[in-house]
């Protein structure tokens, strides 16, 4: 009769692949991004029917989606109506982007 000794403890394996996480944080990104690029093509397809820009500011977006942002401070007030919200999606498309390559990387 031979003896076999228990089997030392393995390492667990991560329930997903760096390439899952990437896949995985592709989808906010492509989310945020898509959106990003409706309202810039939105605002061409106008500009060409009418000859005339309106921006979107970054206000105007928060107002559209139910969100107050008006404040009693001026300064923040001319802020939110001078960013554009296209410009604003665009940049939390790369944070999206650069938080899944992070995650992605880490071992």
């Not at 944080?25 to 005339?52: C, E, H």
């Not at 404040?71 to 498309?93: E, H, Q, R, W, Y």
Request: aromatic residues 10%; positive net charge; proline residues 7%.
């Amino acid at each position: 009769m031979t003896h076999i000794s228990p089997k030392p403890p393995t390492k667990r394996e991560p329930v997903l692949t760096p390439t899952g996480r990437m896949v995985l944080s592709m989808i906010p990104t492509a989310f945020v991004s898509y959106w990003g690029l409706n309202i810039v093509l939105r605002q061409t397809s106008d500009w060409l029917k009418s000859g005339v820009w309106i921006p979107w500011s970054l206000h105007q977006g928060l107002e559209d989606i139910g969100f107050n942002a008006t404040t009693d401070m001026i300064g923040l007030n001319k802020i939110l109506d001078t960013l554009p919200m296209s410009g604003c999606l665009f940049a939390v498309a790369l944070a999206c982007f650069y938080v899944g390559l992070t995650w992605a990387n880490n071992r």
